[in-house]
């Protein structure tokens, strides 16, 4: 049997704001040694810029920009949703329940309490469905294939008891993105074969530079060794029994890897969806309300503008608002 390259990618999105989730996104591939999914998928995706009847696998902040960045975004990610699971999710709650969320805590929140937005938002279904399915097609020919997409919300109660229990958002922050990450991994070495080629490129951790100890606590049958460990990326290699898989975590990794820009594109499409889920419940109240991306000075002109509706009703800020 030939040698296989399995590729893997994580990214966030969200670290930034007050309001809302931090979301972390993976994707792990497999195809034949010297395959790279933005050529072989060239006639269905693009990465530089947007074209017509393209979708856009990149950094999901510049997939996600000027007036039909929401839609683009959408495309992009339940076209590879689609891709891997013959259809797109009718709702956010279908899609959350499918990605293995525990919805008890997000529904302890009014504004999460239905979760009932139907998808796509702005994207055509059927035009999804069908790109989705060639995508899919393409993959095959190519002997490429699909293997997992992990999507992880961390929504503000839960960041802010982890920055209770760390009292540090680096740390806080690691502790989110390990969650996807070693999923990612445990779902790689059973795969991995001796002769196989397995790769996980993800995007740094804010200025963090050192990863070895953090990685032998998710993979503590591994043995870890430092590859490199430099300002801008920092590489691992992992063993266990025959199986190797280097691990880097690089600045802008999603111009590296294919996998890490589509993971991108994952993490900032449901930090949106779980946006306006907020925008929604709050402008049912409050007539004229405009809504907020959740960052910090716009976040802090929503709460104020939504203070009175929080004091009226008791509504849990803790649950709302980031502490850091």
Known sequence: MAPVNYLAGVDEAGLGPILGPLVVGGVTMAGPEGTAPWRLLQKHVCKLKYKKGKVRVADSKKVNQGPHGRQRL???ALVFWTALHG???ATLHDWLVALGHDLAPLQRCPWY????LELPRRADRDWISLTGELVARTLRKGDCELLDIS?????VEEWNGLIHDTDNKSKAHFHAYSEVLGHLLHGLFPRVGKDDACSLIADRCGGRMHYKTD????????SVKIVKE???TSTYSLQQAA???TVTFAERAEDRAFPTALASCFAKYLRELMVECINRWFQERIPDLKPTAGYYVDGHRFLNDVQPQIE?????QHRLVRVR
Do not use: F, Q, W
Request: with cysteine; charged share 35%; net charge negative.
């Open 74 to 76: 959408e495309e992009t």
């Open 87 to 89: 259809e797109a999710p």
């Open 113 to 116: 309490e239905s979760l009932d």
């Open 151 to 155: 999507v992880l919300a961390v929504d």
């Open 215 to 222: 990685l032998e606590r998710l993979c503590p049958d591994a």
């Open 230 to 232: 430099t300002p801008g």
């Open 243 to 245: 199986r190797d898989i």
């Open 312 to 316: 009226a009703l008791k509504l849990p």
